[in-house]
C-alpha cells in the first residue's frame, strides 16, 4: 500500500527528442488510476518508468513516500501484468506465481499459503499443474494477475493487460479485476487505449496525447468538462461531434448555422472556434436550445438506438435516436442540443475556451 | 490432396528407389565386407552375400587392429573419437550459448562489432586457419592430448548465431518479468532461458556431435602416437602405402565401427533433434 508521485517525469530516447513531456500526478493510496490514449501517445513508457524498466531522463518518480529513480524494479515492491502475459512457459502455474517469492527466499509454507490464497480468489485451484501452454487466454490472464497478488507489493501495474482477450472476454475480465480491486485495495495503474476501460475501471484517469498529460481527474469529470478538442473527441462513444466555424460578432459561424457564443465567453474568444456537441446531447424535433437540420447521409443501426450521420456546414453531425425510430437515408431531420451542452474550442491551440 | 495418377506415382517411385540404393549398396558392401576374409575381399567380383569372419574381423579390429597396416587396437580409438566428440559438441554449446546471451541481452560499448568479429571470423573453416592454430597449440604443448584435440575446435560462429536467434525470438517481457520477480541475470538465464533452448540444445547436440566425431584434418596433425588416434585417423593408418596391401576386410569393419555411434546419436535424439529445428516452447 503506497501512495505514487510523480513531479515533472520527462523521457527522450536521443538527446532533446522528449517522449514524456513532464507528467506530473499524485496517485493516492489505494487508488486505481487508468492511463489512457492513443497508441504512441506514451502511457506504456510512462508505465514502465514507474515500473523501472525504462529510465527516466529527468524529473522523480517515489512510491510510499521513497523517490526510486535509481532504484531497481525487484527493490521498487511493485507487481506488473504484462499484454501477453510473460508467463514462463516451462514452469507449471503455481511454480510461474511462486517464483518471485522463491527469489526472495521465502519460506516454502508460506509461499504455498499466499498462491492458494491467491488462486483461490482468481478461481486457479484446479490448474495449479498445469503450464501456460495448456492454459486459455482468459487463464493465462488469471495467472498473470495471481504472479502480482502473491507477491503482496505496494502497487500493482497493469500494462494493457485486456488487449489480447476477444471482446466478451474482456468485458468479464474488466468487472473481475474491479471486484479484486475492491477487495485488495492495492494502488494500481492501469494503461490502456480504450476509453471503456479506462471509464468503468478508474477512481480517477491521466488522459494522455503525444506524452503529455492532457487531462486528470474522475472519469465523469472528464467526460463532463473536457479541456481539450482531443479529450473531447478520445473520451465518450461514439465520439463527440465538432463543427469548426468562424466567430462572427457574438456568435460562431458553421455553414449557413449561427450558434451564439455564451455571454461569459465572448470577452477572449478568437476568430477559429470548434463547437463540440455530444450524439447522446442531441436530441429529435424542435426545443429548448440550439436547432440543426441535416439530411440522413447514413445510418448505423446498433439495435437499442442507431447512430444517424449528417453534413452540417463542414463537419460531420451523429446524432444518437431510437432503434426503433429509424430515418430514412436523404430524410431531413431537425435536432436540438440540449441547453448548455454544447463546448467551445480555440481551433488554433485545440483548447478549451474557458471564461 | 488427393491425386491419382499412376505414372506419376511409379516414377517417383523408381528415383525414390535408386536414392535409396544409392545411399544403401556402399553401405550393404562395407558390411559384407567386413565379414569376409582378406582372400574373399580381393576376389574379383567380390561376392556380395555375408560371410563367416564377422566375430573374427571385428574381435581382431577392436583389439588388436590390422596386421599389415596399423597394428594399433580400434576400440581405445573409438574411446578418443567419443571424448572428442563429446568434448567438441558440449565445449561449442557451453560457449556459444553463453557469449550468445552476452550478446543478446547486455548493453555493452561495441557489441555488434564483437558479434560480426566472431561471426566473420569463425565462418572460416578450420582448414583454413589449421598452420597458426597448429603452432598455437604446439607451443602450448597440447599436442598428442585430449586438450589439443577439443580445444581449438570449441569455437562455433554457427552455434552462437543459433543461439543468438533463438534469444531475439524470446519476448522481451520475459525478461521484464523476471526482473520485477528479482531475478538477476545468471538467475534468468539458469531459471528462464535455459529450460526455453532445451530442445535448441539437443538439436546442436546431434550435428555437433557428428561433425566432432568426423573430424579427420585436425586429429591427423595433432596427434602423433597410436594411444591419441581417434578412429577416423585409424582408417587412414590402416590403409598401407605404397606396394604394400591393405586389409580390406579389417579396414571395413573399423569403417562399420566408426559409422555407429553417430548413428546411434541420431536414432535415440532423433525426436529431441526433429523438435528442436521445427519448433520452439514459448
Same mark, same amino acid.
Given at each position: 500500500?503506497?501512495?505514487?508521485?510523480?513531479?515533472?517525469?520527462?523521457?527522450?530516447?536521443?538527446?532533446?527528442?522528449?517522449?514524456?513531456?513532464?507528467?506530473?500526478?499524485?496517485?493516492?493510496?489505494?487508488?486505481?488510476?487508468?492511463?489512457?490514449?492513443?497508441?504512441?501517445?506514451?502511457?506504456?513508457?510512462?508505465?514502465?518508468?514507474?515500473?523501472?524498466?525504462?529510465?527516466?531522463?529527468? &524529473?522523480?518518480?517515489?512510491?510510499?513516500?521513497?523517490?526510486?529513480?535509481?532504484?531497481?524494479?525487484?527493490?521498487?515492491?511493485?507487481?506488473?501484468?504484462?499484454?501477453?502475459?510473460?508467463?514462463?512457459?516451462?514452469?507449471?502455474?503455481?511454480?510461474?506465481?511462486?517464483?518471485?517469492?522463491?527469489?526472495?527466499?521465502?519460506?516454502?509454507?508460506?509461499?504455498?499459503?499466499?498462491?492458494?490464497?491467491?488462486?483461490?480468489?482468481?478461481?486457479?485451484?484446479?490448474?495449479?499443474?498445469?503450464?501456460?501452454?495448456?492454459?486459455?487466454?482468459?487463464?493465462?490472464?488469471?495467472?498473470?494477475?495471481?504472479?502480482?497478488?502473491?507477491?503482496?507489493?505496494?502497487?500493482?501495474?497493469?500494462?494493457?493487460?485486456?488487449?489480447?482477450?476477444?471482446?466478451?472476454?474482456?468485458?468479464?475480465?474488466?468487472?473481475?479485476?474491479?471486484?479484486?480491486?475492491?477487495?485488495?485495495?492495492?494502488?494500481?495503474?492501469?494503461?490502456?487505449?480504450?476509453?471503456?476501460?479506462?471509464?468503468?475501471?478508474?477512481?480517477?484517469?491521466?488522459?494522455?496525447?503525444?506524452?503529455?498529460?492532457?487531462?486528470?481527474?474522475?472519469?465523469?469529470?472528464?467526460?463532463?468538462?473536457?479541456?481539450?478538442?482531443?479529450?473531447?473527441?478520445?473520451? &465518450?462513444?461514439?465520439?463527440?461531434?465538432?463543427?469548426?466555424?468562424?466567430?462572427? &460578432?457574438?456568435?460562431?459561424?458553421?455553414?449557413?448555422?449561427?450558434?451564439?457564443?455564451?455571454?461569459?465567453?465572448?470577452?477572449?474568444?478568437?476568430?477559429?472556434?470548434?463547437?463540440?456537441?455530444?450524439?447522446?446531447?442531441?436530441?429529435?424535433?424542435?426545443?429548448? &436550445?440550439?436547432?440543426?437540420?441535416?439530411?440522413?447521409?447514413?445510418?448505423?443501426?446498433?439495435?437499442?438506438?442507431?447512430?444517424?450521420?449528417?453534413?452540417?456546414?463542414?463537419?460531420?453531425?451523429?446524432?444518437?435516436?431510437?432503434?426503433?425510430?429509424?430515418?430514412?437515408?436523404?430524410?431531413?431531420?431537425?435536432?436540438?442540443?440540449?441547453?448548455?451542452?454544447?463546448?467551445?474550442?480555440?481551433?488554433?491551440?485545440?483548447?478549451?475556451?474557458?471564461? | 490432396?488427393?491425386?491419382?495418377?499412376?505414372?506419376?506415382?511409379?516414377?517417383?517411385?523408381?528415383?525414390?528407389?535408386?536414392?535409396?540404393?544409392? $545411399?544403401?549398396?556402399?553401405?550393404?558392401?562395407?558390411?559384407?565386407?567386413?565379414?569376409?576374409?582378406? %582372400?574373399?575381399?580381393?576376389?574379383?567380383?567380390?561376392?556380395?552375400?555375408?560371410?563367416?569372419?564377422?566375430?573374427?574381423?571385428?574381435?581382431?579390429?577392436?583389439?588388436?587392429?590390422?596386421?599389415?597396416?596399423?597394428?594399433?587396437?580400434?576400440?581405445?580409438?573409438?574411446?578418443?573419437?567419443?571424448?572428442?566428440?563429446?568434448?567438441?559438441?558440449?565445449?561449442?554449446?557451453?560457449?556459444?550459448?553463453?557469449?550468445?546471451?552476452? $550478446?543478446?541481452?547486455?548493453?555493452?560499448?561495441?557489441?555488434?562489432?564483437?558479434?560480426?568479429?566472431?561471426?566473420?571470423?569463425?565462418?572460416?573453416?578450420?582448414?583454413?586457419?589449421?598452420?597458426?592454430?597448429?603452432?598455437?597449440?604446439? %607451443?602450448?604443448?597440447?599436442?598428442?592430448?585430449?586438450?589439443?584435440?577439443?580445444?581449438?575446435?570449441?569455437?562455433?560462429?554457427?552455434?552462437?548465431?543459433?543461439?543468438?536467434?533463438?534469444?531475439?525470438?524470446?519476448?522481451?517481457?520475459?525478461?521484464?518479468?523476471?526482473?520485477? %520477480?528479482?531475478?538477476?541475470?545468471?538467475?534468468?538465464?539458469? %531459471?528462464?532461458?535455459?529450460?526455453?533452448?532445451?530442445?535448441?540444445?539437443?538439436?546442436?547436440?546431434?550435428?555437433?556431435?557428428?561433425?566432432?566425431?568426423?573430424?579427420?584434418?585436425?586429429?591427423?596433425?595433432?596427434?602423433?602416437?597410436?594411444?591419441?588416434?581417434?578412429?577416423?585417423?585409424?582408417?587412414?593408418?590402416?590403409?598401407?602405402?605404397?606396394?604394400?596391401?591393405?586389409?580390406?576386410?579389417?579396414?571395413?569393419?573399423?569403417?562399420?565401427?566408426?559409422?555407429?555411434?553417430?548413428?546411434?546419436?541420431?536414432?535415440?535424439?532423433?525426436?529431441?533433434?526433429?523438435?528442436?529445428?521445427?519448433?520452439?516452447?514459448?
Amino acid at each position: 500500500m503506497a501512495e505514487i508521485v510523480l513531479k515533472d517525469v520527462k523521457k527522450s530516447y536521443t538527446t532533446g527528442v522528449l517522449v514524456i513531456h513532464g507528467v506530473t500526478a499524485t496517485i493516492a493510496d489505494g487508488e486505481f488510476i487508468v492511463i489512457v490514449g492513443p497508441s504512441g501517445c506514451g502511457k506504456s513508457t510512462l508505465l514502465r518508468m514507474i515500473a523501472g524498466l525504462e529510465t527516466i531522463t529527468s &524529473g522523480e518518480i517515489a512510491i510510499g513516500g521513497r523517490v526510486v529513480n535509481d532504484v531497481e524494479p525487484k527493490d521498487r515492491n511493485i507487481a506488473m501484468v504484462f499484454q501477453n502475459y510473460a508467463l514462463y512457459p516451462h514452469m507449471t502455474v503455481y511454480e510461474n506465481m511462486s517464483y518471485g517469492l522463491r527469489i526472495r527466499r521465502m519460506p516454502g509454507e508460506e509461499i504455498r499459503k499466499r498462491v492458494e490464497r491467491a488462486a483461490k480468489i482468481l478461481e486457479l485451484g484446479a490448474l495449479l499443474e498445469r503450464k501456460p501452454r495448456a492454459l486459455s487466454g482468459g487463464q493465462r490472464q488469471r495467472v498473470a494477475m495471481g504472479r502480482a497478488i502473491v507477491r503482496e507489493p505496494a502497487a500493482f501495474l497493469f500494462d494493457e493487460p485486456l488487449s489480447n482477450l476477444d471482446a466478451k472476454l474482456r468485458v468479464q475480465m474488466r468487472l473481475e479485476i474491479q471486484k479484486l480491486h475492491r477487495e485488495l485495495r492495492t494502488t494500481s495503474i492501469f494503461v490502456t487505449h480504450d476509453q471503456v476501460e479506462a471509464m468503468t475501471l478508474a477512481d480517477r484517469m491521466i488522459v494522455m496525447n503525444a506524452g503529455v498529460a492532457e487531462q486528470v481527474g474522475r472519469p465523469i469529470d472528464v467526460y463532463d468538462d473536457p479541456n481539450s478538442l482531443f479529450v473531447a473527441g478520445f473520451i &465518450g462513444s461514439p465520439a463527440m461531434n465538432f463543427l469548426p466555424g468562424k466567430r462572427a &460578432g457574438d456568435a460562431v459561424q458553421v455553414g449557413a448555422l449561427q450558434i451564439p457564443l455564451p455571454a461569459p465567453l465572448r470577452a477572449k474568444a478568437p476568430e477559429s472556434i470548434t463547437v463540440g456537441i455530444r450524439p447522446e446531447h442531441l436530441e429529435a424535433g424542435t426545443g429548448e &436550445g440550439l436547432a440543426f437540420t441535416f439530411k440522413v447521409d447514413t445510418v448505423e443501426a446498433l439495435g437499442a438506438d442507431s447512430l444517424v450521420h449528417g453534413l452540417v456546414g463542414d463537419g460531420i453531425l451523429v446524432a444518437r435516436v431510437d432503434g426503433h425510430a429509424t430515418p430514412a437515408i436523404g430524410e431531413s431531420l431537425t435536432f436540438h442540443a440540449r441547453p448548455g451542452k454544447l463546448y467551445f474550442f480555440d481551433t488554433a491551440t485545440g483548447k478549451r475556451l474557458r471564461p | 490432396m488427393v491425386e491419382n495418377r499412376p505414372w506419376a506415382d511409379f516414377v517417383a517411385h523408381v528415383i525414390l528407389v535408386i536414392g535409396v540404393a544409392v $545411399i544403401a549398396f556402399p553401405l550393404y558392401v562395407t558390411f559384407i565386407a567386413s565379414t569376409l576374409t582378406y %582372400d574373399q575381399v580381393v576376389t574379383v567380383p567380390m561376392k556380395l552375400t555375408p560371410g563367416d569372419q564377422l566375430v573374427d574381423n571385428y574381435t581382431q579390429v577392436l583389439t588388436a587392429g590390422s596386421e599389415k597396416g596399423s597394428h594399433a587396437a580400434v576400440l581405445p580409438m573409438l574411446v578418443n573419437s567419443f571424448v572428442m566428440a563429446i568434448g567438441v559438441a558440449v565445449g561449442k554449446i557451453m560457449i556459444s550459448i553463453i557469449s550468445a546471451f552476452a $550478446i543478446v541481452y547486455f548493453r555493452f560499448p561495441l557489441r555488434n562489432f564483437f558479434f560480426w568479429m566472431i561471426f566473420v571470423t569463425l565462418m572460416l573453416p578450420i582448414e583454413v586457419r589449421i598452420i597458426p592454430t597448429f603452432k598455437v597449440a604446439s %607451443d602450448l604443448h597440447l599436442l598428442d592430448s585430449y586438450g589439443g584435440l577439443i580445444l581449438p575446435l570449441i569455437a562455433s560462429a554457427t552455434a552462437t548465431f543459433l543461439f543468438r536467434q533463438f534469444y531475439l525470438t524470446v519476448p522481451d517481457e520475459l525478461a521484464e518479468a523476471a526482473r520485477i %520477480d528479482g531475478a538477476g541475470p545468471i538467475r534468468f538465464f539458469w %531459471d528462464v532461458l535455459l529450460p526455453l533452448s532445451k530442445t535448441n540444445i539437443a538439436a546442436l547436440f546431434v550435428i555437433l556431435f557428428i561433425l566432432g566425431w568426423n573430424q579427420y584434418l585436425w586429429p591427423l596433425l595433432i596427434t602423433n602416437q597410436e594411444s591419441m588416434y581417434t578412429v577416423v585417423i585409424g582408417i587412414k593408418r590402416m590403409i598401407a602405402g605404397g606396394d604394400a596391401t591393405s586389409e580390406w576386410n579389417l579396414i571395413m569393419a573399423t569403417a562399420m565401427l566408426a559409422l555407429l555411434p553417430p548413428a546411434l546419436v541420431v536414432v535415440l535424439m532423433q525426436k529431441w533433434f526433429v523438435k528442436g529445428l521445427v519448433e520452439t516452447e514459448k
